[in-house]
C-alpha cells in the first residue's frame, strides 16, 4: 500500500508539472503573438514548435552532462553516456557508439564508482548533479535573456530553454516512484536514508562497468550476488542487487534455482523497480517453457507484461523470451525465425556484447530443446 502511495504521488506531481509546463508554453507564444504584426505570426509560430524540440533535447544533454561533471567532480570515471537510443560507450580502451533504448528513460550517464571508504562514497551530488546542472543553465539562459527579451524571435527560444530546465529539474529531483523507473531524487533519498543502500548502488555500478568490458555476471565476484534480507528489499536501490542475482543464475543455467527465487521475489512486496520486474517474469516464462510448463508461462504472459515487451521489444532478454514462447508455446517456427533473425541483428549494434553471448546461449538452450522433441 505504501509502495502504491509513492507511485500515486509521483503521479500527481508528474501530471501537474506537466501541467504548468503547457500553461507557462502557452501563455509564452501568446505573448509574443500579441506583440507582432500578423504576417509575422507563421514565423514565430514556426520558430517556436521547432524550439520546443531542440530545446527539450539541450536541457534533455545537460541534466546528463550534471551526472557526469559532479560524477568526475567527486571521484566517478566514465563509462557510458546516451540520449534517446544514441549512447557513447567506453570499452576496451576506446569510446564507441552503439545502441540501448529502455522504457522510462530518455537518456542516462553510467560511471564506475570511486573505490568505498566504510561502505561508503560520494552519492548525492551525482545522483542530483543533472538537476542541479539544470538549474545552472536555467541562470545563464535567464541572464541572457534579459539582454535580448526584446527580440520576440530569439527571446521565445531562451525561454523555452528556461521553461524546460525547470521541468527537467523539478522532474529529477523531486522524489518520485513511477511503475517503470525511480527518478534520481528517489533514489538520492534512498542512498541518504540507508547507508547499506551506498553498498548496493556500488555493486551495481560495477557490474555495468564489467559489462561495458565484456565480462559476463557469471564471471563477477561471487561476494557481490546474494538475496537481500526482507526488510532490506524494501530499498530499491538494495532490492535491485537480487534481481542481478537472478539475472546471474540464468546466465549460470542454475536454471530451477533461478526460477524458484524469481518466484519468492516477485510474491513478496518489496521495492524492485517496474522494469527489473517485468525482465524477472521474463525470465520466469524461459524457465518454465524449458521444463515444458505451457500454462505457467501463459498465466505469466500477462496483458501488462505484453505492453511492456512492446516497449522494450529491441531489448535482447525480451526478443530471447519472445523467441522461446513462440518456438515451444505457439510453435510458430516462422515467427521464432523472425525473432531470432532480430536478435543476431540486434545484438550487432548492442553495447554489452556479454549479454548478447549470455542470451545466445539461452536462444541455443531452447532451439535444441525444440529439435529434441
Not at 500553461?23 to 507564444?29: A, D, K, M, R, T
Not at 546516451?82 to 552503439?98: C, D, E, V, Y
Not at 543464475?249 to 527465487?261: G, I, T
Request: proline residues 3%.
Amino acid at each position: 500500500m505504501k509502495k502504491k502511495k509513492i507511485e500515486i504521488f509521483g503521479l500527481i506531481i508528474n501530471i501537474v508539472l506537466s501541467i504548468l509546463f503547457t500553461v507557462i508554453l502557452i501563455f509564452s507564444l501568446n505573448s509574443h503573438l500579441n506583440s507582432i504584426p500578423d504576417e509575422q505570426e507563421i514565423i514565430l509560430m514556426l520558430i517556436f514548435f521547432l524550439s520546443i524540440y531542440i530545446t527539450m533535447y539541450v536541457q534533455l544533454i545537460i541534466h546528463e552532462l550534471g551526472h557526469l561533471i559532479f560524477g568526475l567532480m567527486t571521484g566517478y570515471k566514465f563509462s557510458s553516456f546516451r540520449i534517446g537510443n544514441i549512447m557513447l560507450l567506453k570499452t576496451g580502451g576506446k569510446l564507441k557508439i552503439k545502441k540501448l533504448t529502455i522504457a522510462g528513460t530518455a537518456g542516462q550517464c553510467l560511471m564506475s564508482p570511486p573505490d568505498l571508504k566504510d561502505n561508503k562514497m560520494p552519492v548525492i551530488i551525482y545522483n542530483l548533479g543533472g538537476a542541479l546542472l539544470n538549474i545552472i543553465s536555467c541562470i545563464i539562459f535567464f541572464i541572457i535573456y534579459l539582454f535580448i527579451k526584446d527580440n520576440d524571435f530569439i527571446s521565445v527560444i531562451f525561454e523555452l530553454s528556461i521553461a524546460y530546465g525547470i521541468y527537467f529539474a523539478a522532474l529529477n529531483a523531486i522524489p518520485m516512484k513511477t511503475g517503470t523507473i525511480d527518478n534520481d531524487g528517489y533514489n538520492a533519498l534512498s542512498l541518504k536514508i540507508n547507508p547499506d543502500a551506498q553498498k548496493a548502488f556500488w555493486i551495481q555500478l560495477k557490474i555495468n562497468e564489467m559489462q561495458s568490458k565484456g565480462t559476463r555476471l557469471k564471471n563477477m565476484p561471487d561476494e557481490w550476488f546474494y538475496i537481500p534480507k526482507p526488510i532490506e528489499m524494501k530499498n530499491n536501490l538494495i532490492a535491485s542487487i537480487a534481481v542481478f542475482t537472478c539475472n546471474r543464475m540464468m546466465d549460470q543455467h542454475n536454471f530451477e534455482d533461478a526460477n524458484l527465487r524469481m518466484k519468492q521475489i516477485l510474491r513478496a512486496k518489496t521495492a524492485i523497480i517496474g522494469i527489473h520486474r517485468n525482465l524477472l517474469v521474463c525470465d520466469r516464462i524461459f524457465c518454465e517453457l524449458i521444463n515444458d510448463n505451457k500454462n505457467t508461462a501463459k498465466k505469466l504472459m500477462t496483458p501488462e507484461l505484453q505492453n511492456f515487451i512492446k516497449s522494450m521489444k529491441d531489448f535482447p532478454s525480451v526478443i530471447r523470451t519472445e523467441y522461446t514462447y513462440a518456438l515451444l508455446y505457439e510453435e510458430d517456427m516462422d515467427k521464432a525465425n523472425q525473432l531470432k533473425k532480430k536478435f543476431i541483428e540486434r545484438g550487432k549494434n548492442y553495447p554489452y556484447q556479454s549479454d548478447i553471448r549470455s542470451e545466445k546461449e539461452l536462444i541455443d538452450i531452447a532451439t535444441n530443446i525444440k529439435k529434441n522433441k
